[in-house]
């Protein structure tokens, strides 16, 4: 199959499950809440903490996220804290080509972890400048294989834990992945539909959980 058809079966049922998530959404309402926080829950991963070989930060929300890797941190769980440089920017050509010193997610998260007492050492950045979970995992895989890493303790947002545990899980394969999504995360899943932005979020993970198990899993 040419790479071009490939592509526009992935835009429709990309189109198809957006349809599909907003009808059900809908459709939830209309019965009952309970229906409504079970979408939410399942989107929540956590497990139980335990000491693994690398804390690794996923990027997205600032300051939640690196503040939790820092609790893991301090508690002892692990020593190492890693962050996968992400494409922050879409013309990040232009900035480059300008000479342009624009912090990313990345550098303002290693800026908190520093304030947050965690030796520059302890702080390690991967670069690759991706542009989704799937790439973060493949940016990691290939360094926690020379580097030996065989668990890690894997932080992200709450509503983004279950699809992130999953691609983890898939791209490295027999390394034992711990989900630990943000304390500081607001989002909460016994009312996400009440508000705006929660939805937004809940409507685009099962998206891209469909995607997933349709194209990856």
């Known amino acids: 199959m ?16 957006a349809l599909m998530l907003v009808c059900l959404f809908f459709l939830s309402v209309l019965f009952h809440a309970h229906i409504l926080t079970g979408f939410g ?18 990027m997205g929300s600032i300051p939640d996220r690196i503040l939790h890797a820092a609790d893991l941190y301090h508690l002892g769980y692990a020593d190492t804290i890693i962050m996968i440089r992400s494409r922050d920017f879409d013309n990040r050509e232009i900035i480059d080509k300008l000479g342009l010193d624009i912090p990313g997610g990345v550098d303002i998260n290693r800026d908190l972890a520093l304030q947050l007492e965690i030796p520059a050492e302890n702080i390690i950045i991967l670069d690759g400048l991706a542009e989704s979970t799937w790439d973060e995992a493949e940016i990691f895989s290939g360094y926690a294989e020379n580097q030996e890493i065989s668990s890690l303790i894997l932080v992200t947002s709450k509503y983004h834990s279950r699809r992130a545990a999953l691609t983890f ?26 508000e705006r932005r929660s939805v937004k979020y809940v409507l685009l993970e099962y998206q891209k959980l469909l995607d997933f198990f349709l194209f990856r899993g």
Do not use: H
Request: charged share 30%; with cysteine.
């Open 2 to 17: 040419k790479s071009s058809d490939m592509k526009d079966r992935s835009g429709q049922w990309k189109l198809y499950s």
């Open 41 to 58: 829950r399942y989107l929540v991963k956590a497990d139980n903490a335990c000491k693994a070989d690398a804390i690794v930060v996923l």
């Open 169 to 194: 899980t898939k791209v490295l394969d027999e390394r034992n992945v711990i989900s630990s999504p943000s304390a500081y995360d607001p989002f909460d899943y016994s009312k996400w539909w009440q």
